[in-house]
């Protein structure tokens, strides 16, 4: 039985043994092949995976009024966060995290189990941009739950709330559709301007991106840095815009739908330009709530998203008649001398078209025709022209083109041709003569932004100075704090005859001396003390505005209010365009808020030089401190 | 107490002292920065622990412990029986009995019973004269306890029960038609246990190592990261507690099942030469003692044991690097683990004791 004896257990032993040797060599060889053979690609794989390049955004730059008051400021935000490799993982716990919150337990496990799956790199969020409440809040939570840490983060902050909504937009994480559209030119995650100047200013204001070698673990998180390029802050720049004279814009629209556009004759650039209703760019940086989709982005009745100054299309109304009367002068149909007698109707093609004053206003010349803002003066001006005509001298003026602010999405203003009725109505292109007879005063398919609006008024202003109206004033100089002006964009000059101008001037001078705006007691006042020039209009159309709704409303659909001139008379430094929807007339609701302008302008702004607007801004009497580096 | 060291086979116990240093390394480094920073410290109790009971086996008359081969054995299957009813579920598998705050797995001791128990049937008698009925009894003594385990679930526990049967051919030699019979039977079997026996979980291990890349972020992630640390390892290794997929947790259960990878990640291919050398040596050191056992029961036990240990091996180091499929089976003192290291243990006290025997006699 003793095994020593047994030769064959022996030899079947000797056997195994090789078996174990071979299997001992078997695995060797698959060492080998994976660490001498394969070892070049592994070590590609474990670097790839360890060894990872990260950015580091740049912060953007600053906005500051054209007299240094900050509109858009960077701060800190603090974010109250679960660092990865905290996340809690026991039911009872989230159920309690939830409760310390007050958020739904479910929609929290929800977070927590997405973020478990997707999120890498980040901390989850629990609670965005705390306010003091939220820190405080934070702060007895975090007592209960030590896993939870407080993160600081750069954040925009725009500082007048809604003061200039519109011009500055706001900024938001690149979507994925402008990464597919534009290749190669955002990085996932990056910060952009989504709208306004924000947007338009973005490649100014942005900086360069850093970037840092880092090592990570598993989970995503730094655990060496290998070096880094610092990231190159972008500058702050000012905008052509005054903040004093915004605010008294904002106040003067109140509540009333509307834009004002306040221009710089010298150069074009933007004083004021405030859409109302108009929006806080504060808002829109956290995840947007149903609440806000139904304020904002869904509200189609009041549409605050779109900045009317450069995207709302209006009917000018007598405002264009201006133009009417330029195009009369320039084809020589007419004379500065030319009466026309108005019986309160006249009759074309068959058709009466009516006067605004029922009563007619007896015989009148071109410049008392201004100033009474009479129609049936320029009913007679048009029928004597070709709608081409009228469209040729928009064109000349520059009323056919874009203004080429730097915005984005500007609307073009809309103004009939021949050929344009062919393109917008195939079904009937003809054009009609008594179709011109309504252009005359600037009704039928004539559509003007206020921007586009206020543009024509400064080339009148400026005796046929083409300006481009521009919101970019320059640079800052970071060590001087000073403003490094930025040549702005180019004008045109057109070949406005200078009799001819002498006569519109008088007309719009007349308008706010003893004209339809003179009947408002207040522009009145204003006047006598800095005399200015303007043009009211009432355009008898409202397409803009869901029109159901005021149906619903059962509501009189009133008419728009405009109002567009210059200030002051003589020499002139301001160019304004007002429109007010669904107020009436011009005299009475957009020609006070014009007049607030001018009186701003040219009497507030120099005795009392900077009113903070909306309590937000830094105290306007002391200057702009220099920035503490972050 | 001299006299009880000097029953220790002086080969055997330094390359045993040589493998626990290099598991020891290995799960220092794989703890470090980690929750289980002090698991080598754990894990060297448990060595030391089972170094005594090592001690005691080895100067114990091996015919002493054959003796109670049969109770063992009978107790063994009560516990594995007990499990299921009383034992503890970690991740949806009944495997542990808890003991003072210990997780404690009977199957671990188990094999090693059953081992016990067949090679003493078998051995007790002249080979010649073992008839083919016993020789399906042995089977069925093996196979009774595997399907215990299978019910567990523990596919890879039980599949190490099978070097036991190693013995068979031991004692019979191999014939044509009995291999030609055994590819039948793993033929049938393995189609039978594909549609009845496996759990869903384990057909799947199956399908992923068939094809890794097929899930890269499930199952198919854990082989991948270890063939990449591995693979980066490169000859020399990224030295100790540098490399990457270890000490940045890319590597997972680092301390049980991959806790080669991680001995070759770091030390690199001379490290793994050195590591499968003295794997190498164990296996042909317990062979040796089958040579010169007194018993043919004893010759058995060492044989069987040197294929249980052959197994872990094969199956731990061929899986961690891809070459086998993802199976949950430890690798003796590299993996962390008290059941397991106590077993590998008293196992090898008891071939300490029969070398010892055939020295002094």
């Not at chain 1, 195994?16 to 070892?39: H, P, T």
């Not at chain 2, 040796?288 to 180091?317: K, S, W």
């Amino acid at each position: 039985m003793d095994p020593r004896h047994q030769p064959t257990l022996r030899r079947r032993l000797t056997v195994f043994k090789s078996l174990a040797w071979g299997l001992v060599a078997l695995l060797v060889l698959v060492y080998a092949w994976l660490q001498l053979v394969r070892f070049g690609e592994f070590r590609q794989l474990a670097l790839q995976q360890a060894v990872k390049v990260r950015p580091i955004p740049a912060p953007r730059g600053l906005v500051l009024d054209r007299n240094g008051h900050r509109l858009v400021d960077n701060r800190r935000a603090l974010h109250l966060v679960i660092q990865r490799e905290d996340l809690p993982t026991r039911p009872e716990v989230v159920a309690a995290l939830a409760e310390a919150l007050a958020v739904d337990p479910l929609a929290l496990t929800r977070k927590i189990q997405s973020y478990r799956l997707a999120g890498k790199g980040r901390p989850l969020v629990l609670k965005e941009n705390l306010d003091e409440a939220g820190i405080a809040l934070a702060e007895r939570v975090r007592a209960r739950f030590p896993f939870l840490s407080v993160e600081v983060a750069p954040r925009r902050v725009y500082l007048g709330d809604e003061l200039a909504g519109h011009v500055l937009g706001y900024v938001g994480e690149v979507d994925e559709e402008l990464m597919k559209a534009k290749p190669g030119v955002f990085r996932l995650g990056e910060t952009i301007g989504k709208e306004g100047f924000e947007a338009s200013g973005n490649e100014k204001l942005k900086g360069v991106d850093g970037q840092k070698r880092i090592l990570v673990d598993q989970l995503g998180t730094e655990v060496a840095n290998f070096g880094q390029a610092d990231a190159v802050a972008g500058r702050s720049l000012y905008l052509t815009l005054d903040a004093g004279l915004q605010k008294v814009a904002q106040d003067a629209l109140g509540e009333e739908a509307g834009a004002v556009v306040v221009l710089d004759l010298r150069d074009g650039g933007v004083l004021a330009m405030y859409s109302s209703p108009s929006y806080d760019p504060n808002l829109f940086l956290n995840r947007l709530s149903q609440d806000m989709v139904d304020r904002y982005l869904a509200n189609s009745v009041t549409r605050p998203m779109v900045n009317r100054a450069i995207q709302g299309i209006y009917a000018p109304g007598s405002t264009f008649k201006l133009l009417v009367a330029l195009a009369a002068l320039e084809k020589g149909v007419a004379t500065p001398q030319t009466v026309i007698y108005c019986a309160g109707k006249k009759n074309f093609y068959g058709r009466d078209f009516r006067c605004d004053k029922p009563t007619g206003h007896g015989g009148l010349n071109m410049v008392q025709a201004i100033a009474q803002s009479c129609d049936v003066y320029f009913y007679e001006l048009a029928s004597r022209l070709d709608v081409d005509d009228i469209y040729a001298t928009a064109e000349k003026y520059g009323l056919t083109e874009r203004t080429g602010i730097d915005l984005p999405q500007e609307k073009r203003t809309r103004i009939p041709s021949r050929a344009w009725k062919k393109k917008a109505v195939p079904k009937d292109p003809k054009w009609y003569a008594g179709e011109t007879i309504s252009v005359g005063i600037g009704q039928g398919a004539v559509g003007v932004t206020p921007m586009g609006l206020a543009r024509f008024y400064a080339l009148l202003a400026t005796k046929g100075k083409l300006l481009t109206p521009h919101l970019f004033y320059g640079y800052r100089d970071d060590l001087g704090n000073d403003l490094e002006p930025a040549p702005p964009p180019p004008a045109r000059d057109t070949p406005l005859d200078p009799k001819h101008w002498l006569v519109l001037d008088e007309g719009l001078h007349e308008v706010v001396q003893s004209g339809t705006a003179s009947t408002n007691p207040f522009v009145r006042e204003i006047a006598r003390e800095i005399p200015f020039s303007g043009k009211t209009g009432t355009a008898q159309v409202a397409t803009f505005v869901d029109k159901a709704h005021y149906a619903r409303q059962a509501k009189k659909l009133k008419d728009h209010a405009l109002f567009a001139g210059y200030a002051p008379r003589e020499h002139p430094q301001i160019a304004f365009a007002v429109v007010v929807e669904n107020a009436g007339f011009g005299s009475t609701a957009a020609a006070p808020i014009a007049a607030k302008v001018v009186k701003y302008w040219c009497v507030d702004r120099l005795s009392n030089p900077l009113p903070a607007p909306r309590g937000k801004l830094v105290d306007p009497f002391t200057p702009p401190q220099p920035e503490t580096p972050e | 107490m001299k006299e009880r060291f000097r029953a220790l086979d002086q080969r055997l116990l330094w390359v045993l002292l040589a493998l626990i240093a290099l598991g020891t390394l290995t799960l220092y480094s794989a703890g470090r920065n980690t929750p289980q920073a002090g698991i080598w410290l754990k894990q060297s109790l448990w060595n030391l622990l089972g170094m005594a009971l090592m001690l005691l086996l080895a100067t114990t008359d091996p015919r002493r412990i054959f003796r109670y081969s049969f109770p063992s054995y009978l107790l063994g299957l009560v516990a594995l029986a007990a499990v299921l009813v009383v034992g503890k579920k970690i991740g949806g598998a009944t495997r542990w009995f808890v003991i003072a705050g210990q997780t404690f797995q009977p199957s671990e001791l188990m094999k090693w019973v059953t081992l016990l128990y067949v090679s003493h049937r078998l051995g007790s008698r002249h080979a010649s004269t073992v008839g083919r009925l016993e020789l399906f009894g042995a089977v069925g003594l093996v196979v009774f306890p595997m399907l215990l385990i299978q019910r567990q679930p523990d596919l890879g526990m039980a599949l190490s029960f099978l070097p036991i049967l190693l013995i068979i051919p031991l004692m019979k030699g191999l014939r044509t038609r009995w291999v030609v019979a055994l590819l039948l039977l793993i033929g049938v079997g393995g189609f039978g246990a594909w549609k009845v026996v496996l759990k869903p979980y384990q057909k799947q291990r199956v399908m992923i190592f068939l094809d890794p890349s097929s899930d890269l972020q499930g199952k198919g992630y854990q082989v991948n990261q270890s063939r990449i640390a591995i693979g980066s390892g490169g000859l020399i290794g990224k030295g100790f507690t540098s490399g990457s997929q270890t000490q940045l947790n890319f590597l997972p259960v680092k301390t049980t099942d991959f806790a080669f990878s991680v001995w070759a990640e770091e030390r690199g291919f001379l490290g793994v030469l050195l590591a499968l050398g003295l794997f190498g040596l164990l296996l042909s050191r317990i062979l040796d003692a089958a040579r010169v056992a007194h018993t043919t029961a004893e010759a058995y036990f060492c044989a069987g044991a040197a294929g249980i240990f052959a197994l872990h091996l094969l199956v731990n180091v061929g899986m961690v690097a891809g070459a086998l499929p993802n199976k949950g089976m430890v690798l003796p003192f590299f993996s962390a683990g008290g059941s397991s290291t106590l077993s590998f243990f008293l196992a090898l006290g008891l071939i300490m004791g029969i070398l010892h025997r055939a020295r002094v006699k």
